[in-house]
């Protein structure tokens, strides 16, 4: 499926930005502009099921990266996925192939995750959601996150939960291209021993302290720090 491609800047470097599960490419509107700032041309998809992006009757980890393949350049200076996201790019980066890679807290150990047999509350969660019941939630947030968040949820196709229901892990067994895992410090995808099996097969791993899953949302500078040497 070709995706609907968003793009900031005209940078001579091309970074890839690849949200998660309910989200959309406006998960990114405070990461954009400062690697936009750095010389980058931003390309952000919104993956299917999500944003603008079509609706269709199948999702998969497999069809999410062949989406990605299908829809963005090949050879980018970095490739940035969260979450889903992250998952998805680590299964298109064969044939993307960017110069690097960081996979920010992604979803790759999902055996036994809970949210696939939690579909109806997570859907019953999401379509009542309001600015003040997400900042309760999440009270880093800016304005700006908080609002591209329920900008999200309006476009999100909430079919895109069931594969989560029979999903196993997805652990890379190898970078592909020089890879950098950015966790989340609660640890909750990526604990430590993920981050030393991952390490063992060659990905380069660093925790965010004080952040939960939107590493990037929960401490913006933080998030910026951990990719030094990377973008």
């Known amino acids: ?12 470097k091309v970074a890839l930005l690849v949200h998660g599960i309910m989200a959309s490419h406006g998960t990114w509107c405070r990461v954009a502009p400062l690697l936009v700032g750095r010389g980058y041309r931003v390309v952000m998809p919104d993956l299917r099921g999500h944003g603008d992006s079509p609706h269709t009757a199948e999702y998969s980890p497999e069809l999410f990266a062949g989406d990605l393949a299908d829809s963005l350049p090949t050879g980018a200076d970095v490739a940035i996925g969260h979450s889903l996201g992250a998952l998805s790019l680590s299964l298109a980066v064969e044939r993307l192939r960017p110069a690097k890679a960081v996979y920010s807290d ?110 990037h949302r929960d401490d913006l500078d933080g998030f910026m720090r951990s990719l030094d040497g990377w973008i």
């Open 106 to 215: 992604p979803a790759w150990k999902l055996a036994g995750n809970p949210m696939g047999g939690q579909r109806e509350q997570i859907i019953a969660s999401v379509r009542s959601a309001t600015a003040e019941s997400i900042l309760r939630l999440r009270p880093k947030w800016s304005p700006e996150d908080v609002e591209a968040e329920l900008e999200g949820y309006a476009a999100w196709d909430p079919t895109t939960l069931d594969w989560l229901a029979g999903t196993g892990d997805h652990i890379p067994d190898r970078p592909v291209v020089p890879s950098l895992v950015q966790a989340a410090g609660d640890k909750a995808l990526v604990n430590d021993g993920l981050a030393d099996q991952l390490r063992s097969r060659g990905f380069e791993v660093t925790f965010v302290q004080d952040t939960g899953h939107c590493v």
């Open 1 to 12: 499926m070709k995706l609907k491609v968003h793009e900031l800047g005209e940078g001579d």
